[in-house]
């Protein structure tokens, strides 16, 4: 009887979770191991999850490298060329 129980309970994972960010849904669950193992394997499938979510997020589609940093050469320049004014003593 208990080789039964094992049997059923290795077919199916113990351990399942959702992620659910900004209203997309991932569900993440582990179906071989022990329960530390799956937690640990649904541990990794979890921070993947998040890194591509966070990536695909946070990532600017529509700004080109080159003129941010053209931007910023310019400024240095502005800036070298006019001195900070000191201010006045009454």
Known sequence: MTDQM????SL???ARATLVLAGESFTVSSESGTLS???AAMRKRSMVILKEYIT???APNDVPDESI???SD????ALAK?????SKKK
């Open 69 to 71: 940093e053209g931007s």
């Open 74 to 77: 310019e400024e240095g320049e």
């Open 12 to 14: 199916n994972p113990r």
């Open 56 to 58: 695909k997020h946070n």
């Open 6 to 9: 094992n049997a059923a309970a």
């Open 37 to 39: 193992e799956q937690l």
């Open 82 to 86: 006019t001195p900070p004014k000191k």
